[in-house]
């Protein structure tokens, strides 16, 4: 979710009535008012490092789409709320102008949480007469927008968590985003695993890979999922299940983060420029001799002991790497793992954490952006990034699919990433 692909839309979305579409707009906007319920305004305003955005900035940015990609061009009577947030919530659209730096966007105490609440309310109602009353003409260009306006913000609830949660790891009170009774949505679920990795055999061949633009069983795309096109592959392995953080606690207390034969160059230049010695929010004992049992990890939910069973979750593209080859594996290709995904046989395909990917974040054949502002959305972000597959405990309900290509740059760990190994079929 480093960047926002644009839509292919279905035929079968085109159809969806007006008031369908209508309650999923209010649905999908109140979740995001939802996830800030527990913040402070002090909260919201903070931003802690470059590549992370303060909440209040996110709940702006997802209303500032609406606004700018909807209801100027396709409400006539609209009336924008402040012309001065168009600079402002500008995420990285050139052909819309100038914006606030994206590293400054801390320094945004003003406006207020309450004036952005405002703000998304005077969109709301605007938008809430522009889908009933649109004509048909216009509602024909309208839905896809809207299909992607409501993925877009989704998109952003999921890094409106990462972010906060790196925000709070900052703190040295390190305060729960949530506790007591939402605990337990707010953590990848444990898995037993005494019966240990099993490796499932894949036949390979020509698969079809992505998703349609004219047909299809989902009704969303991101475009950066089509052209569906065809890939030979050769007959691999799979494991059943993702790496739990009992699997890589061996590989730490096994001096995974010394031994740089096992690490890519760039990935043993991020260990020693910034002293990795396990995946992100991990607390070691102060006796190292305790063993996994003293570690413990910081969540939402707060300090927690590390469970065994769990996957591992915020590690780096470079860390996940190094796991496959101290484990005598290696990473699938987002080829693999999409043909494999319908695989009954395989556990937490989706839900639990995103999976590192040995795929460049490159165009499928026949990629074309779109035209316009939407096209700045996936072309242009199509380097040194690496694809991961699935989706994390904080994706949003509705908005996972096995063709879902998430994309960061390598040396990300603050997102809910983590790994699953391939091997080849010999």
């Not at 085109?14 to 008031?19: H, M, N, S, V, W």
């Not at 913000?153 to 999921?158: G, M, S």
């Not at 633009?213 to 890939?231: C, I, K, L, S, Y």
Request: charged share 20%.
């Amino acid at each position: 979710m480093s960047a926002i692909p644009s839509a292919a839309l279905k035929p079968q979305a085109a159809t969806l009535p007006r008031t369908f579409m209508l309650r999923q707009y209010t649905r999908v906007r109140d979740y995001s008012l939802e996830l800030t319920a527990t913040l402070s305004p002090e909260d919201q305003c903070v931003q802690s490092m470059p590549d992370a955005s303060p909440s209040k900035w996110h709940l702006a940015h997802t209303t500032w789409f609406f606004e700018t990609m909807l209801l100027r061009p396709f409400s006539p009577h609209y009336q924008v709320f402040n012309d001065r947030y168009h600079y402002l919530f500008n995420s990285y659209y050139e052909s819309l102008g100038s914006r606030h730096p994206r590293p400054r966007r801390g320094l945004l105490t003003r406006p207020t949480v309450d004036e952005v609440i405002d703000y998304r309310r005077h969109v709301d109602a605007a938008m809430q007469q522009l889908i009933e009353h649109a004509g048909p003409d216009a509602w024909f260009k309208i839905r896809p927008l809207l299909l992607l306006g409501l993925n877009h913000e989704q998109q952003h609830q999921e890094l409106l968590l990462t972010d906060i949660l790196h925000l709070f790891s900052c703190n040295p009170l390190l305060p729960a985003y949530r506790s007591g009774s939402d605990k337990d949505s707010l953590s990848p679920a444990s898995m037993a695993t005494e019966h240990g990795l099993t490796w499932l055999p894949q036949p390979g061949g020509t698969v079809g890979i992505g998703c349609i633009d004219t047909a299809g069983e989902e009704d969303f795309a991101f475009d950066n999922e089509t052209p569906r096109h065809h890939v030979l592959l050769s007959p691999y392995r799979l494991a059943d299940r993702l790496v739990t953080c009992g699997e890589f606690a061996e590989f730490v207390f096994d001096g995974g983060y010394q031994h740089a034969g096992l690490w890519l160059s760039d990935g043993w230049a991020a260990v020693e420029s910034w002293g990795w010695t396990a995946p992100a929010y991990w607390m070691a004992p102060d006796e190292p001799e305790a063993g996994i049992e003293g570690w413990q990890t910081f969540g939402l939910d707060g300090v927690r002991p590390l469970d065994p069973s769990a996957p591992v979750t915020n590690i780096s593209f470079y860390e996940a790497a190094a796991y496959a080859e101290w484990a005598q594996a290696r990473l699938p290709t987002e080829f693999e793992w999409e043909a494999a995904a319908r695989d009954p046989r395989m556990a937490q395909v989706t839900g639990h954490a995103w999976q590192w990917t040995r795929s460049s974040y490159d165009p499928y054949p026949g990629f074309r952006s779109a035209p316009g502002a939407v096209g700045e959305y996936n072309g242009k972000f199509m380097v040194g990034q690496l694809v991961l597959r699935g989706s994390s405990f904080a994706t949003p309900p509705g908005h996972t699919r096995v063709t879902y290509r998430n994309f960061f740059q390598p040396s990300a760990r603050w997102q809910f990433s983590g790994l699953r190994l391939a091997r080849d079929n010999i």
